[in-house]
């Protein structure tokens, strides 16, 4: 008898609890719901309980070392922990590891790098080997081409900060939280609960299209580069490429970025010295610079094309996530943007309009083909290795997002994993990569148009990743924050990203259909 009456109470009590904590789950869930949240998703539950760890370490380090005193030598976890913290999406089955960041205030195993470092690798984004078609698009745009290289440069400052702003949401106390970690995740956050993975497809898809576009014109450039350099070989551009190819392929059996990364330093501090052999040219020929050519007017159907090309110098935005979430101090993420963006703005516009001006009319897709021959081919030489020693980053990343999206993917994966139980790349894995590596051949080989390339690519991918997701997210997920300026800005940016992308991509496709049915080299 006693035996059975204690069996009812231990029932009617497990049952009190399951309806307890199935109503508080349903009160925290129509919150989050109404906040526009939905706690039904794996990937937005997994984000808010890794958030509600940042706000218990954050009140244990900040608000109660003498509590940690006395429990040195245990951890709270479970049933140890204070009802009172925000513990949002709990699912009993102890604390995670904290993976996230707020602002700096937690140490993390991993190394940090610094403020200087972060914008170390933000103006080596930006500031690249595609510097060298800016001269090409104030041929086409003039002074309004100028003025474009300072609007694309503010507006991508402000869209990578806005980015970065919808990582973060601030909890039950005010303090802001990092509860996403890439710009799928935001993506995925905008599209729930609806169709909670539709975003982050959208952003790979546009993420492989824009590095495998990077790799492609990394091809076309070593092939244009041989060529003008030695026109008196009987090599065409083409075969030229073919070459750059084959000293590719061992791309294809890269496991990390470690040995490539070795050469980045020097390869980037090459290329300013190549920048500033060009300027020196430049303005060895200053009494002959033609500010006549330099006017107001723009070529309706080329000057699309140039806008594209100005924003493809800009992209950084898929890696910013990333970038900010390994700094040591990310409250400090806007005033490196900010200088950063500076810096490149006046360079690139300094070096752009030299340049135009030193040719005008002459003016070609790559400006180092304008350099005497004696200079040229030095120059290229140079220029070519940097851009086989820039390949292997873009191509390696297109590969991950790949392996990710369609072999590792969970269960969700279309394929079957590329790597073995050992960690050893599959043949038919390897086989993929030499594919890759081929289609970028078969592109520079068919489409051996720098500018043109260039252009389509910054219209297709560049405006989507840098003006239009950006601050439709940031007007989707901080609207009840936003003032009436950030609201006007994000759709301002919006708009004139839309009309420049749609614009720039149907006039690089025109282009590129004229330069086949004439021929066109260049």
């Not at 110098?313 to 898929?318: F, K, L, N, R």
Request: proline share 3%; charged share 15%.
């Amino acid at each position: 008898m006693a035996h059975l009456i204690r069996h009812k109470l231990t029932n009617k009590l497990t049952n009190a609890a399951h309806t307890v904590s199935n109503k508080s789950q349903a009160k925290v869930s129509g919150v989050f719901a109404r906040l526009g949240f939905q706690a039904a998703t794996d990937e937005e539950g997994l984000g808010f309980a890794e958030c509600d760890d940042l706000d218990y370490d954050y009140r244990q380090g900040m608000q109660m070392d003498v509590l940690q005193g006395e429990e040195e030598g245990g951890h709270m976890e479970g049933e140890g922990e204070l009802e009172g913290d925000s513990h949002y999406q709990r699912d009993g089955t102890g604390r995670r590891p904290s993976s996230l960041k707020t602002g700096g205030s937690l140490e993390e195993d991993k190394p940090k790098i610094t403020t200087w470092e972060a914008g170390w690798n933000v103006t080596n984004a930006i500031q690249g080997m595609f510097v060298l078609g800016l001269p090409y698009a104030i041929l086409h745009g003039g002074y309004l081409g100028l003025f474009l290289i300072i609007f694309a440069a503010v507006v991508c400052c402000y869209t990578g900060k806005i980015l970065i702003a919808c990582l973060y949401e601030e909890n039950e106390d005010g303090i802001k939280v990092r509860v996403r970690d890439s710009y799928v995740d935001i993506a995925n956050a905008c599209c729930a609960p609806r169709f909670p993975a539709l975003g982050g497809h959208v952003v790979n898809v546009a993420q492989i299209i824009e590095l495998v576009m990077t790799c492609i014109l990394y091809v076309v450039v070593s092939g244009n580069l041989m060529y003008n350099s030695f026109p008196g070989f009987p090599v065409s551009q083409k075969a030229w490429s073919v070459v750059a190819t084959v000293a590719l392929l061992p791309c294809a059996f890269l496991k990390n970025l470690k040995a490539v990364s070795k050469f980045s330093l020097l390869c980037t501090l090459a290329h300013f010295i190549i920048n500033i052999l060009v300027v020196a040219y430049c303005l060895s020929r200053a009494r002959e610079w033609a500010w006549e050519k330099v006017k107001f007017y723009i070529d309706v159907k080329k000057f699309p094309i140039s806008i594209g090309i100005i924003v493809f110098s800009y992209t950084s935005q898929i890696f910013l996530p990333s970038l900010e979430g390994n700094m040591q101090k990310p409250s400090e993420f806007h005033c490196m943007m900010e200088w950063s963006h500076i810096a490149a703005c006046v360079l690139k516009g300094l070096f752009a309009l030299v340049a135009y001006l030193t040719w005008a009319d002459a003016t070609k897709e790559v400006i180092t083909d304008n350099l005497p021959s004696t200079i040229r081919a030095v120059v290229n030489i140079f220029l070519v290795a940097k851009a086989l020693l820039s390949y292997p980053l873009p191509f390696f990343a297109a590969v991950e997002v790949l392996e990710k999206s369609f072999f590792q993917d969970g269960g969700r994966a279309i394929f079957p994993d590329c790597y073995g139980p050992g960690g050893q790349l599959k043949s038919w894995g390897l086989g993929l990569r030499i594919a890759l590596v081929v289609f970028t051949l078969l592109m520079a080989v068919f489409v051996p148009h720098f500018a043109l390339l260039m252009g389509l690519t910054g219209s297709l991918t560049g405006a989507g990743l840098c003006f239009l997701l950006p601050s439709l997210f940031h007007l989707k997920l901080q609207w009840r924050n936003l003032l009436w300026h950030h609201v006007f800005f994000d759709v301002a940016i919006f708009v004139i990203g839309g009309i420049c992308a749609i614009s720039g991509f149907i006039h690089s496709i025109e282009g590129l259909i004229e330069a086949f049915r004439y021929n066109i080299q260049d």
